[in-house]
Nanobody, 123 residues
């Protein structure tokens, strides 16, 4: 079982930037894909970005394409989400997730989850 711990959330003004981190510990398989999801109050959890185990293939939700960047540093067992040009609608709890194989956009396909970190975009 893999433990995931997110950090880096906070309050930022519209147009600002934040970088989230997710540190993994425990026995992760060699083909461990990771992803970021988010959940706003009263809404379902939604896919934000995903990345393959080797960092070669990444995908994004349309709503964040061109503003967010997902990367990973396997030597540190860490995945990052760089968020630029943040908007009030990006306000949510952001979760890190992991699974064996390719990244997927449905939360139900992930076995491992972090506890979440709050991101608030407000003037």
């Amino acid at each position: 079982h893999v433990q995931l711990v997110e950090s880096g959330g906070g309050l930022v003004q519209p147009g600002g930037s934040l970088r989230l981190s997710c540190a993994a510990s425990g026995r992760a398989p060699g083909n461990y894909a990771m992803a970021w999801f988010r959940q706003a109050p009263g809404k379902e959890r939604e896919f934000v970005a995903g990345i393959t185990w080797n960092g070669m293939i990444a995908g994004y939700a349309d709503s964040v394409q061109g503003r967010f960047t997902i990367t990973r540093e396997n030597a540190k067992n860490t995945v990052y989400l760089q968020m630029d040009d943040l908007k009030p609608e990006d306000t949510a709890v952001y979760y890190c997730a992991g699974r064996s194989g390719e990244w997927r956009q449905r939360p139900s396909e992930y076995a491992d989850w972090g506890q979440g970190t709050q991101v608030t975009v407000s003037a």
